[in-house]
C-alpha cells in the first residue's frame, strides 16, 4: 500500500486485503477525514463482451467476472435468462397463445438427456403453459441454495480471517503470549476440540519462526505495534491459530461447489435448472457416496462457525467497543432478496426479504421494484463514461449504456480530480438515495421484518457485547452482522440438505427444465433480471435479448452499490459516507482507522471494475514456474 499526502490530501492507493485496486482520496482537517473520495482505477467491460451471444452461455463469461464469490455471477446470469423467457411466457399465458416444444428426441444434449443423440428439431405445439410447467424444479432450487449458502459461509469466514481479522490483530503481540492462558481462554469461548496448551504453543513457534526471520509472508503489509491494536496476546494468538485452521477448513468447504458444479472456482450452472443429475447408484452425478460427502461438508461448516469464527468475532469486538459508534455513513440498506423456499419468482418465501430501509428507520421496510424504471438507475456524472442523453440522467440497467470516455488526469499523477469524473465505478441509487448493501443491510432488513433467528441471534450478540442496537449502524456492526448472517445462514443448510433427500426418498429426481433451455420456446425479445444476494450485497444482472441473442447487458454488482462515487446531487457513496463519520487518524502515515472501516464492507473492486480492450489485444501474461 501506498500513502501520499499533501496540501491536506491523504492518498492510499492501492487498498490491500480487497480483491481488485481501489484508491482513496480524503481531504482531512488535522489528523480528521472532512471528506473521502472513492475510486475504482479500472474499467469493466463485461457488459461489450456478452453483446451479440447466446444468453444460454451468458453465465460462463459473467461469472468470470470475480472468482473470489466464486458462484454468484453465475447464478445472477442464469436467474435474468430464465426471469426474461418466463416472462414471455407469462404474457402469451395472459393472451391465450400457445407456444412450441421441441420434442425429446430433438433436444440439445444437455443434464438430462445423458446419450440421446441430437436431431433437427420440430416444434410439437403444447398449447398455453401453467405455473407448473414454467418451474425450476425444486431440487434445482434447493441445490442453488446450498450453494450459495455454502458460498456465504466460505466466504465470510475467509474474509475476516485473512482480509479483516488483521486490522484488529497483532501478529508481533501474539509473541508475549501465554499458550496455557491462551487454551483457558478459548476454551471459556467455545469447545473447539484443537484449544490446548501445546496446540497454541505450536502456533506461538510458528509465528516466533516468521517474524525472526523478517519474511512476514501473509502477515505482511500491517501497522504492527500501532496504538489502535488493543488486543491481549492472549486473544492475538488465538486469533492468528483459527486463521492458519481457516486455511485447511476451507479446503473442504469447497467441495460442496464441485459436488453439484464440478469445479471451483466457476462452477458450471445451466439455464432452466442445475447440471447435476441425481442418481444414487451411478457413478457419476449425485449419488450417495457425494451425498454423504455433501453431509460431511455441511457438518463442517457448522462446526467451524459455532466454536470458532462467531466467538471469534464475540471476543474481538468487545475489546473495540467504541468502533460500534463510527463509520456509519449512509443509513440507507438495501436488499433484493435471495434463498427462496418455494422458486425466485416468491419473494415472500425468500430467508433474506427484499427491501430498502431509509434513515435508519427499521419500522418501516419500503417495497423494491427491480422492473420499475424509476427506482434503480445509475448515474455517471463521477464516472469515466459517457451516457448519450447526458450524464446528469440517471438510466435504469434495461436502458444502461458502457461507453467509455477517459476524462481524468494522465497517469502517473498525484491526485484525481474530485470535483469532476474520478472513478470508473457508476453511481446507483434507489429512488434517488444512496444506499448500502451488504451482510448488515440483510440482517437489518431480516430484524425489522421480525424474523426470529435474526432477532435472537443479534439480541443475544448486542447483550454479551452489551451494546445498543445503534451499534450496528457502524464499522463493528459490519462486522458483527456479517457473523450473525453466518450463524443464520449455516443453520439453514442442513434443512436444505434433509428436503433435498426427502424428495429423492419419494421418487423426486428432476434438477432441470428442458423448456428454457430450447431457443425454439424463447419470445423474440424479452428481457429479465437476475438477482441474488452475494456474500457482499445485492448483485443484479439486467439482460435485454432478441432473436435468440443478447442485446444489452448491464450488472449492478454490490461495490458498484458501496464503493460507487458522487451522485449529480453530490450525495457520497457507502464507503466515503462511511469514511466522513468520526475518523481521526492516530498517524496518517499508517491509516489503519481507514482500513477498518472500508474492509467491514469486505470490497471486491473486480466486481466493480475490469481491463478490457476493445480489439482483444493481450496485455499482461503470466508464468507461473
Request: hydrophobic share 35%; with cysteine.
Amino acid at each position: 500500500m501506498e500513502k501520499t499526502s499533501s496540501n491536506n490530501r491523504l492518498v492510499v492507493d492501492p487498498i490491500t486485503r480487497i480483491e481488485g485496486h481501489l484508491r482513496i482520496e480524503a481531504e482531512m482537517d488535522g489528523n480528521t477525514i472532512k471528506q473521502a473520495f472513492s475510486s475504482g482505477t479500472s474499467v469493466r467491460g463485461i457488459e461489450l463482451i456478452l453483446q451479440g451471444r447466446d444468453p444460454r452461455d451468458a453465465w460462463a463469461f459473467a461469472q468470470r467476472i470475480c472468482g473470489v464469490c466464486t458462484l454468484v455471477h453465475g447464478m445472477a446470469s442464469v436467474r435474468a435468462v430464465e426471469d426474461a423467457i418466463r416472462k414471455a411466457w407469462r404474457s402469451n399465458a395472459k393472451l391465450g397463445v400457445a407456444i412450441g416444444k421441441p420434442s425429446m428426441t430433438s433436444m440439445p444434449k444437455g443434464p438430462m438427456q445423458h446419450g440421446k443423440k441430437g436431431h433437427r428439431q420440430s416444434r410439437a405445439p403444447i398449447g398455453v403453459l401453467s405455473e407448473a410447467e414454467m418451474a425450476i424444479p425444486q431440487n434445482a432450487q434447493l441445490i442453488r441454495n446450498i450453494m450459495i449458502a455454502t458460498q456465504y459461509v466460505h466466504d465470510h469466514v475467509m474474509h475476516f480471517y485473512h482480509l479483516h481479522s488483521l486490522d484488529w490483530v497483532d501478529v508481533v503481540s501474539a509473541l508475549d503470549a501465554d499458550p496455557t492462558r491462551t487454551a483457558a481462554l478459548a476454551g471459556q469461548l467455545s469447545d473447539y476440540p484443537r484449544s490446548s496448551p501445546g496446540y497454541f504453543k505450536d502456533m506461538k513457534q510458528k509465528v516466533k519462526t516468521l517474524v525472526e526471520s523478517g519474511q512476514l509472508g501473509i502477515f505482511s503489509n500491517a501497522y504492527w505495534g500501532h496504538p489502535g491494536y488493543k488486543l491481549p496476546p492472549e486473544v492475538n494468538l488465538m486469533a492468528l491459530a483459527h486463521y492458519l485452521d481457516a486455511l485447511t477448513w476451507q479446503r473442504d468447504v469447497v467441495k460442496v461447489h464441485t459436488i453439484f458444479g464440478g469445479k471451483n472456482p466457476h462452477p458450471n450452472f445451466v439455464v432452466g435448472g442445475v447440471p447435476s443429475p441425481i442418481n444414487l447408484n451411478a457413478s457419476t452425478g449425485i449419488n450417495t457416496r457425494r451425498l454423504v460427502q455433501l453431509q460431511d461438508a455441511i457438518t463442517q461448516m457448522k462446526s467451524f462457525v459455532d466454536q470458532v469464527y462467531y466467538p471469534d468475532i464475540v471476543a474481538i469486538a468487545s475489546y473495540y467497543k467504541e468502533w460500534g459508534t463510527r463509520g456509519e455513513g449512509l443509513g440507507n440498506f438495501l436488499t433484493y432478496g435471495d434463498l427462496p423456499m418455494t422458486s425466485m419468482d416468491d419473494p415472500g418465501s425468500f430467508l433474506f426479504p427484499r427491501g430498502a430501509i431509509l434513515g435508519r428507520d427499521l419500522s418501516k421496510v419500503h417495497d423494491v421494484d427491480l422492473n420499475d424504471p424509476s427506482e434503480i438507475q445509475e448515474f455517471v456524472s463521477s464516472s469515466w463514461y459517457r451516457y448519450s442523453g447526458g450524464n446528469t440522467s440517471g438510466l435504469h440497467p434495461f436502458n444502461g449504456q458502457t461507453t467509455l470516455e477517459y476524462t481524468g488526469p494522465k497517469p502517473p499523477y498525484k491526485h484525481l480530480n474530485t470535483g469532476a469524473e474520478y472513478s470508473w465505478l457508476k453511481s446507483p441509487r434507489w429512488k434517488g438515495h444512496a444506499m448500502e448493501v451488504g451482510p448488515l443491510a440483510r440482517v437489518l432488513m431480516m430484524y425489522a421484518k421480525k424474523d426470529a433467528a435474526a432477532q435472537d441471534i443479534v439480541n443475544r450478540s448486542l447483550s454479551i457485547l452489551d451494546l445498543e442496537p445503534s451499534a450496528l449502524f457502524s464499522t463493528l456492526g459490519r462486522t458483527l452482522a456479517r457473523a450473525v448472517e453466518t450463524k443464520i445462514v449455516v443453520n439453514q443448510l442442513q434443512s436444505w440438505y434433509d428436503q433435498l433427500l426427502d424428495n429423492i426418498a419419494k421418487g423426486d429426481t428432476d434438477t432441470f427444465n428442458p423448456l428454457y433451455f430450447a431457443p425454439t420456446n424463447w419470445p423474440i425479445k424479452g428481457q429479465g433480471v437476475g438477482v441474488m444476494e452475494a456474500p457482499r450485497g445485492a448483485l443484479g444482472h439486467w439482460l435485454v435479448m432478441q432473436n435468440g441473442k443478447i442485446e444489452n447487458y448491464q450488472c449492478v454488482v454490490p461495490t458498484t452499490w458501496n464503493a460507487g462515487p458522487r451522485d449529480p446531487n453530490s450525495q457520497a457513496g457507502a464507503y466515503e459516507a462511511a469514511l466522513q463519520d468520526k475518523h481521526t487518524l492516530h498517524d496518517p502515515d499508517q491509516p489503519l482507522e481507514i482500513l477498518r472501516t472500508l474492509h467491514s464492507f469486505d470490497p471486491c473492486l473486480a466486481c466493480a471494475v475490469h481491463v478490457m480492450d476493445e480489439t482483444g489485444e493481450e496485455h499482461l501474461r503470466l508464468k507461473v514456474r
